[in-house]
């Protein structure tokens, strides 16, 4: 059984800049991809970023170019670096662990972000 502790969410203008971190539980954690998820009010869950194992990202491409993903294996932690943040970026941000070989798939509890104009 693995728990995903996000936090870092707030309240932030827009331009402004957050950090969210998703503490993780397990011992596999470094053979896990991770992702980071939001949903806002009245829509679909959709993916922002994706991290390897090996460290390889990807981003959706409302992110790019303003959002990196990062991990430190040795904290069991996986980060999301939000620059240049939009009013539309406002969400509930999940992080996730998706079913793999050494894994099931999981969820945390999801942190607010939200940027006013």
């Known amino acids: 059984q693995v728990q995903l502790v996000e936090s870092g969410g707030g309240l932030v203008q827009t331009g402004g800049s957050l950090r969210l971190s998703c503490a993780a539980s397990?011992?596999?954690?470094?053979?896990?991809?991770m992702d980071w998820y939001r949903q806002a009010p009245g829509k679909q869950r959709e993916l922002v970023a994706t991290?390897?194992?090996?460290?390889?990202?990807d981003y959706a491409d409302f992110v790019k170019g303003r959002f990196a993903i990062s991990r430190d294996n040795a904290k069991n932690t996986v980060y999301l670096h939000m620059n240049s943040l939009r009013p539309e970026d406002t969400a509930v941000y999940y992080c996730?662990?998706?079913?793999?070989?050494?894994?099931?798939?999981?969820w945390g509890q999801g942190t607010q972000v939200t940027v006013s104009s």
């Open positions: 991290i390897t194992s090996g460290g390889s990202t």
């Open positions: 996730h662990v998706p079913r793999s070989y050494y894994s099931n798939e999981y």
């Open positions: 397990g011992s596999r954690f470094s053979r896990n991809a």
